[in-house]
């Protein structure tokens, strides 16, 4: 019979210290290739800008010499005098994107809420397609609307606003008498038909950082008793704010780039009233689109140089845009 001596007991060690594991996987020659793809396309996007930039900057230079600082305050457009600038344009077209905001953004947060909330499952596929199918309407076809049947009807509400409100708020004061032509191709008028174009961008944004809310916090806040509303005002609404103020700004830089539709509708002036129901306007995209075809060498470059401060201008609404949704809550939940 043999006998097994017992092994000797192995020496005590400490425990490993909690080391987070690294968890890799091969990479294949397909994932390498899809890889270099993604990366591609995602600097694509900066080149594609800088590109932009960098023409209108060299088209538009000329320009910029001959005038230097006075272009941004010049309210005179006579190229032929080199006395040219976007002092009243840029302003204008601003108002008018003020305009469609004010109209679009309560319309667009309450068709938003009622999609995402309290529209029956069977309903909501199709107003979804219907507001994405707002958006896929052509400028031109928002223009032609605007200009036909909108602004003959709408002559008698600008009047009023002018009669009784004027005195009070005297941006909406009209200082041409009571007559027709005095309230047509107006401010007011291609904020209305541009915020129809915008009301879809506001509203699907809206919505999709709406759906976001944590299921969690929906739930939590019925079990307290509270009501839909209450539900609403308390989770949806909170949890959404970053995501709404950076769709309403992305609207802002949508509705400043409009073109076709406030070139039908508007009256070139190059002086800046303020007063939105007074007829005469202009924007920096209906000037281009208004001077390009008949523009010399010089006209041209001064286009292409206000074409560059309003490339400038929404570039920096979309960059503010971005960073607030990524700082909010809804921008962190969506991106995770």
């Known amino acids: ?21 690294r968890i890799s996987s091969p990479v294949s020659r397909g994932d390498r290739v899809f890889r270099a793809g993604l990366t591609a396309a995602g600097l694509s996007v900066f080149l594609i800008m800088g590109l ?3 023409f209108l900057l060299l088209r538009g230079g000329e320009a910029l010499k001959v005038t ?50 309290y529209a029956p499952v069977r309903l909501r596929a199709a107003l979804i397609s219907l507001i994405d199918l707002m958006a896929a309407i052509p400028s031109i076809v928002y223009g032609l609307w605007g ?24 941006f909406l004061k009209v200082r041409r008498g009571d007559i027709t032509v005095s ?12 915020s129809l174009m915008i009301i879809p961008i506001v509203t699907s944004l809206s919505r999709e950082v709406f759906s976001q809310a944590p299921q969690g916090e929906r739930e939590g806040a019925y079990a307290l008793g509270s009501t839909r509303w209450g539900m609403v005002r308390t989770v949806v609404l909170p949890f959404g704010r970053g995501g709404v103020i950076g769709a309403v700004m992305l609207g802002f830089g949508r509705a400043m780039g409009e073109t076709i539709a406030v070139a039908l509708i508007i009256s ?14 202009n924007s920096i ?19 292409m140089a206000a074409g560059l401060v309003l490339f400038a201008l929404t570039l920096l609404v979309n960059l503010a845009a971005g960073v607030i949704i990524n700082r909010s809550r809804s921008g962190a939940a969506t991106s995770d």
Do not use: C
């Open 268 to 281: 070139p002036a190059f002086v800046f009233k303020g007063h939105l129901l007074e007829n005469g306007a």
């Open 68 to 117: 230097g600082w006075s272009f941004l305050t010049e309210q005179r457009w006579n190229t032929g005098a080199h006395q040219f600038g976007i002092a009243s344009v840029l302003p204008n077209g601003a108002l008018i994107a003020l305009v469609a905001l004010l109209i679009s953004v309560p319309v667009a947060l309450g068709t938003a809420v009622f999609i995402s909330e």
């Open 147 to 170: 200009l036909v049947f909108l602004q003959p009807r709408i002559v008698g509400l600008s009047r009023w606003l002018s009669n009784h409100l004027g005195d009070w708020v005297p």
């Open 285 to 303: 995209s209906a000037l281009i689109a208004l001077r390009y075809s008949e523009s010399d060498e010089l006209s041209l470059s001064a286009l």
């Open 183 to 194: 309230y047509t191709s107006s401010t007011f008028i291609a904020g209305v038909v541009v």
């Open 1 to 21: 019979m043999t006998s097994t001596t017992p092994a000797p007991p192995e020496p005590y060690r400490e425990p490993d210290q909690d080391r987070p594991r």
């Open 52 to 54: 932009i930039a960098f």
